[in-house]
């Protein structure tokens, strides 16, 4: 099983609707999360850190359920240019030096059509 | 703030070559960075991680002695894939950590390594 596991898509979406997908990790010691965008041969942005209450920044929405090990984005009124893949980031506390390791999920693409 | 450059952006070289990359916070200090492939369709897996001063460590099936990495200051850090094969042409990108922050990294804008 991977340690983190995503969709891959494409979900296809009319412009202005509304989508949502998870993402799942198998490390209960998971300790941070983040949501990554990723335009085609681009390096990934930081989409939006995900608390455990929940974030919302602006259209997006980010939601953490630990006791399910998973962590989601919603997406409303897509635009166009939400079109990309979204990548899921799950941080582990590691003992040494280095302080934490990301692990990425394989992405979820996104595509949102007029 | 919170900028990462990477150099080349695309390289193209012959089988056997070596190919140096460099990655620089522009404007902040990054006592640790890391090294990302990414192959095509594909999300992506570290290669290593490079601390200033200190020898960088690499991830579970990747040739140090392939892949040398030297972070020589708080600002630079470079990868030099030696003896390229076409199997390493791939989209390398790294990141940087601020000493002032905790898990957020801030990527490069990757390298494209074309190996003929």
């Known amino acids: 099983r991977k340690e983190v596991e995503q969709d891959p898509g494409p979900f296809n979406v009319p412009e202005g609707a509304t989508v949502a997908f998870n993402c799942t990790y198998s490390?209960?010691?998971?300790?941070?999360f983040f949501w990554y965008r990723q335009d085609c041969r681009k390096e990934p942005k930081l989409l939006m850190s995900v608390y455990s209450s929940g974030n919302e920044d602006g259209r997006f929405t980010a939601q953490l359920n630990r006791a399910s090990q998973y962590i989601s984005l919603l997406i409303r009124d897509s635009k166009l240019s939400d079109s990309a893949t979204y990548l899921c980031v799950v941080v582990v506390r590691m003992i040494k030096a280095a302080g934490n390791k990301l692990t990425f999920g394989g992405g979820t693409r996104v595509l949102v059509k007029p | 703030g919170a900028v990462v450059s990477q150099h080349p952006s695309r390289v193209i070289c012959k089988s056997g070559t070596s190919v140096k990359i460099e990655c620089r916070s522009l404007?902040?200090?990054?006592?640790?960075m890391f090294w990302y492939r990414q192959f095509p369709k594909q999300s992506l897996m570290l290669m290593a991680t490079?601390?200033?001063?200190?020898?960088?460590?690499?991830e579970q099936g990747v040739e140090k002695d392939k892949f040398l990495i030297n972070h020589a200051s708080l600002t630079l850090s470079t990868l030099t894939v030696t003896s390229a094969h076409p199997e390493d042409s791939s989209f390398y990108i790294c990141s940087a950590k601020s000493s002032s922050t905790t898990d957020t990294q801030y990527f490069g804008p990757g390298t494209r390594l074309t190996v003929l």
């Open positions: 490390n209960s010691a998971s300790q941070s």
């Open positions: 490079s601390n200033e001063g200190s020898k960088a460590t690499y």
């Open positions: 404007d902040f200090q990054a006592t640790t």
